[in-house]
């Protein structure tokens, strides 16, 4: 019995000492926890909140009746979507911007932040930085106005000076042809720069020994971008890559709006505009809830496929 009450109060001190170390714990990262209250409550409130409204998706939703008196119609919605005489075209637009968007703009910050990497004047490479990442403060109702001035087809600074010039008017904002471009472009000069301060951060991390060795071997510049620098962020390049695929299909609303007219809406119409014109014109709110819904789980579906990707190729996913 003297054994047996032995172990018993060695149990309850080892219990006793757990628990004083949790809260001894809990009480250091009190600070912590502060700091991050604001983010998981951003987080709570605008984004794992409204997901409750998704629900309205699933019914026809009458504001006067609210979320409990609807309607609930199923997955109506979703048919009447997938029957629409533009879903086809709303699909095709979307998805190849989207892929535009992976192909030319998600390597442009990478290739910035390597060239600037190179520089060794501290003060040349912290004011190239700061001009390139300026744009991303400026609004796209003044790119996009920038733009219409300097190349519309009656006024434009631009077209005049081509026409003095004895050349062809370029018709930017109506001709159909145009309008990828100059969305990709307008999207690299306002993002690259400020996408680049990340990859900055990583490398920033590198051992600088590594160089010095590769030098002292007689590496070039490339070799040491192509052997070192690539390698050291490559697990940061490929999350970012994965994180690009959950905004897969989600289009800069304003961006697009603000480019769009009758004559390129054959090219320019997507679902982020499909929805405005249904949803926030037309009323249709139970519709245009469906149209997101599906957008998001074609987004999901992006995630997991290339995270799955990535680790079978052995580099770490987001999960």
Same mark, same amino acid.
């Given at each position: 019995? %003297? ?51 998704? %629900? ?33 075209? /709303? ?5 190849? /911007? ?56 009656? =006024? !434009?600074? $631009? ?10 008017? $370029? ?21 690259? !720069? ?27 510049? /490339? ?8 390698? %050291? ?13 959950? !905004? ?49 789980? $074609? ?7 290339? =995270? ?12």
């Amino acid at each position: 019995m %003297s054994q047996a009450n032995t172990e018993l109060h060695s149990n309850k001190h080892v219990r006793i000492n757990k628990k004083n170390e949790r809260i001894r714990l809990i009480k250091r990262g009190i600070p912590l926890y502060i700091m991050m209250l604001p983010g998981v409550l951003f987080f709570l409130l605008f984004k794992y909140g409204p997901m409750v409204g998704l %629900s309205v998706a699933f019914m026809e939703y009458d504001p006067f009746k609210g979320f409990f008196q609807s309607e609930w119609v199923g997955i109506e919605h979703f048919i009447r979507l997938f029957e629409e005489r533009v879903f086809l075209s /709303l699909l095709w637009n979307t998805f190849v /911007l989207s892929i535009y968007d992976i192909i030319f703009y998600f390597p442009a910050p990478i290739l910035l932040a390597l060239l600037l990497n190179e520089i060794r004047l501290r003060f040349f490479r912290t004011t190239i930085q700061t001009i390139l990442y300026t744009p991303h403060f400026v609004s796209w109702v003044v790119i996009v106005g920038i733009t219409v001035m300097m190349f519309s087809t009656q =006024n !434009g600074s $631009i077209n005049n000076l081509l026409v003095d010039l004895r050349f062809d008017r $370029i018709e930017l904002m109506t001709d159909p042809g145009y309008f990828r471009p100059l969305w990709v472009i307008h999207n690299i000069w306002n993002g690259m !720069g400020w996408d680049a301060i990340v990859y900055l951060a990583a490398m920033s991390s590198i051992n600088p020994q590594l160089y010095e060795a590769a030098r002292v071997d007689g590496a070039t510049r /490339l070799q040491m971008i192509w052997y070192i620098t690539l390698p %050291s962020i490559m697990y940061l390049i490929v999350i970012m890559l994965i994180l690009r695929f959950g !905004g897969f299909m989600d289009l800069s609303f304003t961006h697009i709006y603000l480019l769009q007219n009758s004559l390129n809406m054959s090219v320019s119409d997507v679902f982020d505009t499909y929805v405005y014109r249904a949803g926030v014109i037309g009323g249709q709110f139970s519709y245009t809830t469906a149209v997101g819904l599906f957008k998001s789980v $074609i987004a999901l579906s992006m995630v997991m496929v290339a =995270n799955t990707i990535a680790k079978k190729m052995g580099k770490e996913g987001v999960y």
